[in-house]
């Protein structure tokens, strides 16, 4: 599953100074903020954290309000990693926020929190959800509906999954068209449903490019085959991707365990 780029840190430092910067402050307040700032050059976050939470204390204008507000849960998120916190501040942004710019930043982050490192996947849903509510559509809206719909399988939401899933399909010439097969089997595959399952992935196969993408479906079509009881299927599928699979171990694993099974079959 997809991961969200990260912000890279050596572009953090100069958009902290740019919004920080950007507002009046009274001469403690700026004093305050420069200490901040000083501590995140040294790599110092946690104490850069420390006293932009002080700072929060003090009577502010909501505009600063906001973005010291923002600038914790980017400290908190990518470089203190301490993502429960980042969530916190990111929700302060979105609730207090009146800008639909901010809102959205804010909202994108909150998903991939709780998609990428909580597996909060009920919390996920809902970030995504909004997302993808917005009028007119927002620039990533495919992504978002993409990501809605992963949520809804790690959710055991498995009918809203294969409805957005096939929603997507729709659109042959989209980024996410030849994941919808993929990923429509994986629900069957948690379903038990196996022949379902295979018969995506056989569609899936024929359009997926990237090898590794092609590994992993056919690991799993070999397991859906084991299940189906047929061996020499699910034999001749593991073989082919003993050496590409990157868990060599694991597949050689299968292949022991089918040929015993076979063999107990003779008897």
């Not at 949520?151 to 409805?163: T, V």
């Not at 379903?191 to 359009?207: G, S």
């Not at 299927?233 to 868990?247: K, R």
């Amino acid at each position: 599953m997809d991961k969200e780029e990260k912000i890279p840190k050596r572009i953090f430092l100069p958009v902290i100074l740019l919004l920080i910067t950007s507002c009046d402050f009274t001469p403690r307040l700026s004093k305050d903020v420069l200490a901040a700032q000083e501590y995140i050059q040294e790599h110092e976050y946690e104490k850069a954290a420390s006293r932009y939470e002080a700072i929060l204390k003090e009577s502010l204008t909501p505009e600063i309000r906001l973005k010291i507000n923002y600038q914790l849960a980017e400290l908190y998120s990518t470089y203190i990693n301490n993502q429960p916190k980042a969530l916190y501040y990111y929700t302060q942004v979105k609730n207090e926020a009146d800008d639909p710019l901010w809102v959205v930043k804010s909202e994108e982050k909150m998903g991939e929190i709780n998609f990428s490192y909580l597996g909060n996947f009920d919390a996920a849903i809902n970030s995504y959800l909004r997302l993808t509510q917005f009028e007119p559509r927002l620039d990533r809206y495919d992504f978002y509906r993409y990501r809605l719909g992963i949520s809804y399988i790690n959710a055991g939401k498995y009918p809203e999954a294969i409805d957005i899933f096939e929603k997507i399909q729709k659109d042959v010439n989209g980024e996410y068209y030849a994941k919808t097969y993929y990923f429509i089997g994986m629900v069957y595959f948690q379903q038990r449903e196996w022949a379902k399952a295979i018969a995506f992935w056989r569609e899936y196969l024929k359009i997926e490019k990237r090898l590794d993408q092609i590994v992993n479906a056919k690991f799993f079509m070999a397991n859906a085959y084991e299940m189906l009881e047929e061996l020499k299927i699910a034999y001749d599928i593991y073989y082919s991707i003993l050496s590409t699979y990157p868990y060599p171990e694991v597949i050689q694993s299968r292949l022991n365990s089918i040929y015993q099974r076979r063999l107990a079959r003779k008897r």
